[in-house]
């Protein structure tokens, strides 16, 4: 059973950095592309980042892009995304995700963390 397991959010103020991380048990880790994704108050699930099986390839939302990091240790089947240069419009319940294509698309992803909330305040 595929289980991911987030951890690193927090309370922070606009222009502050913070890492997340997200722990992967019950599957090869390094098959999967890994992605982060976010949900802000009262909307939809959108794509953050992505990152290929081997790391090699990585793609951001236009919102991130610049700001955020995402990386992977195949070693310790852990995905991270650094966040710096935090904004309010930031805050939100990040998730990752696995699946064996690089996609972007929320619904392509079955196995989903339960999530870590980020709070950017002004």
């Known amino acids: 059973q595929v289980q991911l397991v987030e951890s690193g959010g927090g309370l922070l103020q606009a222009g502050g950095s913070l890492r997340l991380s997200c722990a992967a048990s019950?599957?090869?880790?390094?098959?999967?592309?890994m992605g982060w994704f976010r949900q802000p108050p009262g909307k939809e699930r959108e794509f953050v980042a992505i990152?290929?099986?081997?790391?090699?390839?990585?793609n951001y939302a236009d919102s991130v892009k610049g700001r955020f990091t995402i990386s992977r240790d195949n070693a310790k089947n852990t995905v991270y995304l650094q966040m710096n240069s935090l904004k309010p419009e930031d805050t939100a319940v990040y998730y990752c995700?696995?699946?064996?294509?690089?996609?972007?698309?929320?619904?392509?992803?079955?196995?989903w963390g339960q999530g870590t909330q980020v709070t950017v305040s002004s």
């Open positions: 995700a696995a699946n064996l294509a690089m996609t972007m698309r929320v619904s392509d992803f079955t196995s």
């Open positions: 019950g599957l090869t880790f390094s098959s999967y592309a």
């Open positions: 990152i290929s099986r081997s790391g090699a390839f990585r």
